[in-house]
């Protein structure tokens, strides 16, 4: 007795391989098994290329988030003055900063002072918000110190003001220039509080990668904020970095219990966690949708395979009366229907891993086409579009659509196998 023949044998592939290459007109792939071939290949691009955009403003959003600020803030809870006030100021923000400091897993811990003024220069005004903070401590601020984006010397801080690059474009100055600082909030006299106004001269001007950090921030030498804002011998908060940002949830009562009973902890997840869950949901639902598409592109392929079956009835009779099994018939259409999602998929994932990694030509040569202004900084709070390109985004693009590929191809060809060669050669 002869034994059957292993599954997908040479045969089989060679048969199959000859339908793909057999044209119309001799029965072979239809026009619906290209237009599958191309959804499928379109569908896997965007997949991807949805994929590396997303990746790529989340790295971005948190790179922005971590370059420039602090990983953890430690604010007091404050108490009663006798004006019925509630004061948050720090008075022993040293030993505050050094408890912090010795916490394991801590970068550094300095104090900080924070204030809201209007900045003047030649006639153009603009809100700020002041950051008080040593010059040592700013120059650990990967954003804020970058000498690639920055201008100006950052070492001369101490003598003068550094500003975002969106406030000194707004007030039209550079490094050198001076600007007013007005605080309404000044020096205390017996007819009220007069306004406090001061110069200083612009040291260093940043550029931290977002938008409405660019456009508001500037900083003060921490003394300095000091005596502006009246808060000689305080502090408003103490800023925390740590050497693991993305767990710092897990250094957070460690910190609180270093702090004190009397302080608030405030990480950069909790400041924008909504962000990050708002992307989150954004990247699930995108997912789905996207899915949907190749679900759609692959359900192409039955149609392309079922008219392949109806054009190869007579040839289905003829092998099944030779004495092919229907397993073998099965497997025979199923690796035509199958070859068209790999290669569908395999021209995708080539397609969306070039727009990945060339966005920025590609965005660029848009934003020609379209007279520019395609992407506006202020609307969207970063300056450029950005993609990462991550492997394991790859090859769930690719389980997706081999997988589906694979499972409707399935039914045409069960369908091929079940064929009556009685009724195949009927009417031949």
């Not at 071939?37 to 790529?56: E, K, N, P, W």
């Not at 550094?108 to 040592?136: C, H, K, T, W, Y």
């Not at 869950?277 to 079922?306: C, T």
């Not at 079956?309 to 199958?338: E, H, P, W, Y």
Request: proline share 4%.
């Amino acid at each position: 007795m002869a034994s059957s023949p292993a599954p997908f044998a040479p045969f089989e592939w060679m048969i199959a391989w000859r339908y793909l290459r057999a044209r119309r007109a001799e029965g072979g792939v239809s026009v619906m098994t290209w237009i599958s071939l191309i959804g499928i290949t379109l569908a896997v691009f965007a997949l991807i290329a949805t994929l590396a955009v997303r990746s790529g403003f989340r790295a971005e959003f948190v790179d922005t988030i971590l370059g420039a600020n602090a990983h953890v803030t430690v604010y007091s809870l404050g108490q009663v003055t006798e004006a019925g006030q509630i004061d948050r100021s720090i008075s022993d923000y040293d030993a505050l900063a050094a408890r912090l400091a010795e916490v394991p897993g801590v970068v550094r811990a300095a104090p900080l002072i924070r204030g809201q003024v209007m900045a003047a220069s030649q006639g153009r005004n603009a809100g700020v918000e002041i950051f008080g903070i040593a010059p040592d401590d700013l120059q650990t601020l990967p954003r804020i110190a970058d000498p690639e984006t920055a201008r100006g010397d950052i070492a001369g801080f101490a003598d003068g003001i550094a500003l975002g690059s969106g406030v000194a474009r707004e007030l039209g100055v550079g490094v050198g220039d001076t600007i007013r600082l007005i605080s309404p909030d000044g020096v205390k006299t017996a007819f009220g509080t007069s306004p406090r106004v001061n110069g200083y001269e612009v040291t260093y001007i940043f550029s931290a990668g977002r938008y409405d950090i660019d456009r508001t921030r500037a900083y003060l030498p921490f003394s300095e904020a000091q005596s502006f804002f009246n808060r000689e011998g305080l502090a408003d908060e103490v800023e925390v970095m740590v050497e693991q940002p993305e767990h710092v949830d897990s250094l957070a009562p460690t910190l609180l219990a270093a702090a004190g009973d009397r302080a608030q902890v405030w990480t950069w997840q909790d400041a924008s966690g909504g962000f990050l869950r708002a992307l989150e949901v954004e990247d699930n639902v995108m997912f789905v949708i996207l899915s949907i598409l190749v679900l759609i592109a692959a359900m192409n392929i039955v149609s392309g395979l079922i008219m392949l079956v109806k054009n190869k009835g007579r040839d289905i009779g003829i092998l099944r009366t030779m004495g092919l099994s229907q397993g073998s018939v099965m497997r025979i259409f199923f690796i035509c229907g199958a070859f068209t999602g790999l290669l569908g998929t395999v021209f995708g994932v080539i397609l969306g891993s070039l727009f990945a990694l060339y966005i920025d030509p590609i965005f660029s040569f848009v934003n020609v086409m379209m007279g520019g202004g395609v992407w506006d900084p202020s609307i969207r709070g970063i300056y450029a579009l950005p993609a990462q390109l991550h492997l394991e985004d790859v090859l769930s693009a690719v389980a997706l659509s081999l997988g589906l590929s694979f499972v409707v191809t399935l039914f045409p060809a069960r369908r091929a196998a079940r064929m009556n060669p009685v009724e195949a050669l009927r009417y031949e």
